[in-house]
Nanobody, 123 residues
Framework: QVQLVESGGGSVQAGGSLRLSCSAF????????MGWFRQAPGKERETVAI????????YDTDSVKGRFTISQDNAKSTVYLQMNSLKPEDTAMYYC????????????????WGQGTQVTVSS
């Protein structure tokens, strides 16, 4: 079992920055990948960025490329999402997820989920 705890959300004006953190507890040695997802009211959840245990990363949402950066501290079992140049359309609940299976990582299927942290960007 893996427990995920997110932090770092909040309210910011457009153009501002936030850094989200997600700490994993439990059987973290088995984690192949971790990712950040978001869901805005009335919209489907979308994958923002994922990072594999070897450091490989992917940004699945075109609108965040060049503005968001996912990183990890393996020693702390923590993943970060640095969000710069925030826009009102980035407003959403952001969720962290972790997956112990490589094939599921590649298909963006995750077993463990955090509770989410709200990000609100005002214009």
């Amino acid at each position: 079992q893996v427990q995920l705890v997110e932090s770092g959300g909040g309210s910011v004006q457009a153009g501002g920055s936030l850094r989200l953190s997600c700490s994993a507890f439990g059987s973290t040695d088995n984690i192949w990948c971790m990712g950040w997802f978001r869901q805005a009211p009335g919209k489907e959840r979308e994958t923002v960025a994922i990072i594999f245990s070897d450091g490989d990363r992917a940004y699945d949402t075109d609108s965040v490329k060049g503005r968001f950066t996912i990183s990890q501290d393996n020693a702390k079992s923590t993943v970060y999402l640095q969000m710069n140049s925030l826009k009102p359309e980035d407003t959403a609940m952001y969720y962290c997820a972790a997956e112990p299976g490589l094939s599921r990582c590649r298909s963006r299927q995750y077993t463990y989920w955090g509770q989410g942290t709200q990000v609100t960007v005002s214009s």
